[in-house]
């Protein structure tokens, strides 16, 4: 039997950090517990609007964040605060396929298409790994704005 699962994130700004994954992988920002986010509404404001309301001081409302997969079918991705920087390579990342079933020269097209609209959203991109076929199609290594390391694939 298979298991659902979370990937936790270590994270400064929580909130900041959940909006760049949130647009990188189309996912969303679930609303609080017993309150209805109209369409077109910003899930984070009705958080700090909720958080509020239940007393939670401003400094300690950006200390956790998640983002859902719309469809239901991607793991959930939770934020939370630490005082600590990151000071290592991380041992775990995401692969984002970024270029399912391309190959060659299109395939590295559409990942460098994928890497610029992620450098706009505050990526960095680290290095290019061309293809070596069989085993290597190419990748790009890429950071995110707190520079945790991920693959455009």
Known sequence: MSREFQVTFDAHDPAAVST???DVLGYVHPGPPGVDVPAGTDPL???DEFLARIGVPPEQRNTRSAIE????KGPRLFFQ???EGK???NRVHLDIRAAPGLQGAERMAALEAECDRLIALGAKRVQRYEPEPPMGAGHIVMTDPE???FCLD
């Open 87 to 89: 000071v290592a390579k």
């Open 69 to 72: 997969d719309p469809d239901g």
């Open 45 to 47: 404001a009705a958080w």
């Open 147 to 149: 520079g945790n390391e």
């Open 20 to 22: 760049f994954w949130r």
């Open 81 to 83: 605060q630490v005082p």
